[in-house]
Nanobody, 124 residues
């Protein structure tokens, strides 16, 4: 069982940066691929980024490449999403998720554990 708690969301202006954090419970954090997803009002939840168990392999949704960076600290059971050059279309609830597919995956249905989400609002 893994419990996830996100933090770091907020209201920012376009062009600003935010760093989201996700704290995970459990002793085998490195056995999980981790992902960030987001959901805008009236839209389906969408993939943002994923990282494998060791932290050496990452993958991003095209619209956030070069602006967002996913990373993890396995010693502290933390995963991060550094978001730079934020745009209004990045607005949404951001969710951290954990998958037993350790190499990381883009599909929401591959993730067994989800956090409660943190709101990110980017004003123009």
């Amino acid at each position: 069982q893994v419990q996830l708690v996100e933090s770091g969301g907020g209201l920012v202006q376009a062009g600003d940066s935010l760093r989201l954090s996700c704290a995970a419970s459990g002793r085998t954090f490195s056995n999980y691929g981790m992902g960030w997803f987001r959901q805008a009002p009236g839209k389906e939840r969408e993939f943002v980024a994923t990282i494998n168990g060791s932290g050496k392999t990452t993958s991003y949704e095209d619209s956030v490449k070069e602006r967002f960076t996913i990373s993890r600290d396995n010693a502290k059971n933390l995963v991060f999403l550094q978001m730079n050059m934020l745009k209004p279309e990045d607005t949404g609830v951001y969710y951290c998720a954990a998958s037993t597919i350790v190499f990381g995956t883009r599909a929401p249905y591959d993730y067994e554990y989800w956090g409660q989400g943190t709101q990110v609002t980017v004003s123009s």
